[in-house]
C-alpha cells in the first residue's frame, strides 16, 4: 500500500523528544490535533481465553483444560479531521517484529458502526436480584429486585447500567471526518505471544503520519481462583499485577426454572455502591481508576481478594460465572511536542494513547468450576446464534453476552 510522504515521515527522530500527554490536556493546544490514534490492549485468561464455545466448556469439565494459556487481544483505532487524498481512505499500522503481525495490519473504514451498549446475554423471564460490595453478607437493602414480567417488550430496567463512568473508545465514526479501525479485513489476529514494545508507525492518507515507540507491553495474565467457604460465600483471591491501578470482580449467575428456563437471574459487583457495565466493562485510565478507588468503586491496586457473598451464592445455586478485571497503565504520545513558552502557540498534529487491562474469568455450573488459574484455552474467532434459557444464559457468558 503507497501513502503520499508527508514532513512527518521522520517524525522517529522526535519521539523521544515528544511529551506525554493526556489526550485531552486540561491546557489544550491552539489547534489540532488533526488525528486521534487510539490502543487497547489487554490480556485474557480464563473463560474468556477459550472461545470454542460449549464444546471447549465440556472439555474443561472432563479434564482437557489447556493448563495456564492466556490470550491476546489489540483494538486499533484512528481518527482524523481531514479527508482522504486521491481516492478512498488508507491507513496502515507498521508493527514491531515482536507483534508477530507481519509488515503491518491494514486499518479499514467501515460504512457504518454501531454504538457499545450493555446488553443481557439473553431476555430473562423471571426477575433480576442485584447485589453489589464485598462482604460475607450483603448489606440490608439488598438485592434490589426487577421484575422483568412488568417491563414493556425489549425494555431494559431503569438505573441498571451505569451513566456516570461513560464508554471512551477515543475516535469513533461518528466523531471523525475520516475514521478507520482494526481488527479488520485483512485475516490477521494479535496472537498469544505478541509483544508491543518497540517502534510503530502509522501511514494513512488522510491523517499526518505518526510515530512513537511502546515503551509497556501486555499486561500479564490474571490467575485467580474462587473457593466456597464453610459460610456459603465464596471467595474470590487472585495474585497481584505490579502494572494494575485498580481492581474490579463482577459475577452473574442463575436458578434454572422449569424446562430448562432461566428463573431469577443474579448480578453481583465488588463496587461499593450499585455500579454495573458502562465504562466499567472497558479500558480506564489511571485517572479514572484512582478517582474510582477513592470512592470504592474499584478495589485499589494492593487488593488480593473479595468475598462473594452468601446471600449471592444462594441465589444463583444453578449456574455462575465470574469476570475479574485489572485496569493497567496507559502510555501517551503527541507531536510537535508543547512549547517551551506558554506564548507560543501549539499547533498539534497528532496524539496516541495506548491503554491495557488484564482479565480473567470462571464459571460453576452443577458444582464443577471451570476457567481460573487453572483451566484455560487459547481462544478463537467465532460467531453463533443466540439460545434462550439455560443453555442460552451459559451460552452468553462463554460467547462474550450474545447467547452463544
Known amino acids: 500500500m503507497k501513502y503520499r510522504r508527508t514532513a512527518f515521515f521522520g517524525l522517529g527522530a522526535f519521539v523521544a523528544a515528544t511529551l506525554a500527554i493526556p489526550l485531552f490536556a486540561d491546557a489544550g493546544p491552539a489547534s489540532g490535533p488533526v488525528a486521534r490514534y487510539d490502543i487497547r490492549a489487554g490480556t485474557i485468561s ?17 479434564g482437557g483444560g489447556g493448563g495456564n494459556a492466556a490470550q491476546h487481544e489489540l483494538l486499533l483505532r484512528l481518527g482524523s479531521s481531514q479527508a482522504p487524498v486521491k481516492g478512498g481512505p488508507k491507513a496502515e499500522h507498521f508493527m514491531p517484529a515482536g507483534a508477530k503481525l507481519g509488515k503491518s495490519v491494514i486499518l479499514t473504514t467501515p460504512k457504518e458502526e454501531a454504538a457499545p451498549v450493555d446488553e443481557l446475554p439473553q431476555k430473562p423471564k423471571g426477575r433480576m436480584l442485584v447485589f453489589w460490595g464485598c462482604g460475607e453478607h450483603a448489606p440490608k437493602g439488598q438485592p434490589v429486585v426487577l421484575d422483568f ?35 479488520s479485513e485483512d485475516g490477521k489476529y494479535v496472537k498469544a505471544d505478541s509483544s ?19 515503551n509497556q ?37 442463575g436458578k434454572q426454572g422449569p424446562d430448562g428456563e432461566m428463573g431469577d437471574m443474579v448480578v453481583w459487583t465488588s463496587s461499593a455502591s450499585r ?24 478495589l485499589p491496586p494492593s487488593a488480593t481478594s473479595c468475598v462473594v457473598p452468601v446471600e449471592v451464592v444462594r441465589a444463583a445455586p444453578d449456574f455462575q460465572f465470574g469476570m475479574l478485571t485489572a485496569f493497567g497503565p496507559e502510555e501517551n504520545f503527541s507531536y510537535p511536542p508543547r512549547p517551551a513558552s506558554a506564548s507560543q502557540p501549539w499547533n498539534l498534529e497528532w496524539t496516541a ?52
Not at 226 to 232: N, S, V
Not at 283 to 297: E, I, M, Y
Request: proline residues 5%.
Open 275 to 298: 455500579q454495573f457495565g458502562g465504562g466499567l466493562s472497558d479500558w480506564l485510565s489511571p485517572g479514572q481508576v484512582a478517582k474510582l478507588v477513592t470512592d470504592k468503586t474499584v
Open 196 to 214: 508491543l514494545l518497540g517502534p510503530h508507525r502509522i501511514a494513512a492518507n488522510y491523517a499526518p503520519e505518526i510515530s512513537f515507540t511502546a
Open 46 to 62: 480464563g473463560m474468556g481465553a477459550m472461545g470454542r464455545g460449549m464444546g471447549a466448556a465440556m472439555d474443561m469439565m472432563f
Open 149 to 183: 414480567a412488568k417491563m414493556a417488550a425489549g425494555q431494559m430496567p431503569p438505573g441498571l447500567w451505569t451513566t456516570t463512568i461513560t464508554r471512551d473508545w477515543g475516535p469513533t465514526l461518528a466523531n471523525s471526518r475520516t475514521f478507520g479501525r482494526w481488527p
Open 353 to 404: 494513547r495506548i491503554r491495557h487491562r488484564s482479565m480473567t474469568s470462571w464459571m460453576e455450573a452443577q458444582g464443577m468450576v471451570m476457567g481460573g488459574a487453572q483451566d484455560q484455552q487459547q481462544s478463537s474467532q467465532g460467531r453463533c446464534k443466540p439460545k434462550g434459557g439455560f443453555g442460552g444464559m451459559l451460552g452468553g457468558v462463554l460467547g462474550g453476552g450474545s447467547g452463544c
Open 217 to 253: 507491553d501486555f499486561m500479564a495474565p490474571l490467575r485467580s481462583s474462587a473457593r466456597k467457604q464453610a459460610t456459603g460465600s465464596t471467595l474470590i483471591s487472585w495474585a497481584k499485577l505490579t502494572d494494575a491501578t485498580g481492581y474490579l470482580a463482577f459475577l452473574t449467575g
